[in-house]
């Protein structure tokens, strides 16, 4: 008796991490199924949020009255399963939100650039070597893709103030796919709506 009282003392702790593993497997099942609701007609699958490379990347470098609180209100989400957090967190975005992705520039610069309130801000402050360049691009693509399903498309003015080839990595990807995505320029001292290019103008 002593013999197997010992035995599963020593598979316990084993025992815990299957019950531990099975319970977030089943939690990640029921999230699967209201994230597929949340983003029908959206064009996402946000249950992959805070667990690859890039949402790790944007966790760090995100700021803004809005980035500040992104992945803390989808990791409560994530721990409740309550639509309410994503529902009140929506509300926000109701008239477009504005999204700006700098490299190597300084915060106080591109408040005074932009002159408006910034919603999401993607800040890496430093010269971006070869690598990262495609790190930020697709950061800001996930970005996207998050704020298009949390705020049900709602209109994003994008400001870049990145190197040119993040401009055209983004360009590529955002290029195909039907995002409410609007390029800012900046220009003569103020920022400009650049025109979107019409497939019947290719």
Do not use: C, W
């Amino acid at each position: 008796m002593q013999d197997v009282v010992g035995i599963i003392i020593g598979i316990l702790p084993d025992l815990l991490n299957v019950a531990s593993l099975l319970n977030r497997l089943v939690k990640k099942k029921k999230l699967e199924r209201q994230l597929k609701k949340l983003s029908k007609k959206k064009d996402i699958d946000l249950k992959e949020f805070i667990v690859s490379d890039i949402d790790e990347f944007l966790d760090t470098y995100i700021d803004g009255t809005l980035g500040d609180k992104l992945f803390s209100i989808l990791r409560k989400y994530y721990e409740t399963n309550d639509p309410r957090i994503i529902e009140e967190f929506s509300k926000a975005h109701q008239e477009g939100v504005n999204v700006i992705v700098g490299v190597a520039r300084r915060l106080d610069e591109l408040k005074i650039m932009l002159g408006k309130e910034m919603h999401y801000y993607l800040h890496i402050p430093k010269t971006l070597s070869i690598e990262e360049m495609k790190i930020v691009a697709l950061a800001t693509y996930r970005l996207i893709k998050i704020i298009n399903a949390v705020g049900g498309g709602v209109e994003i003015r994008l400001y870049l103030a990145t190197p040119l080839a993040v401009s055209f990595l983004l360009g590529q990807m955002l290029g195909v796919k039907k995002y409410n995505v609007v390029f800012m320029q900046y220009q003569d001292g103020k920022y400009y709506e650049v025109p979107q290019i019409r497939p019947d103008e290719l």
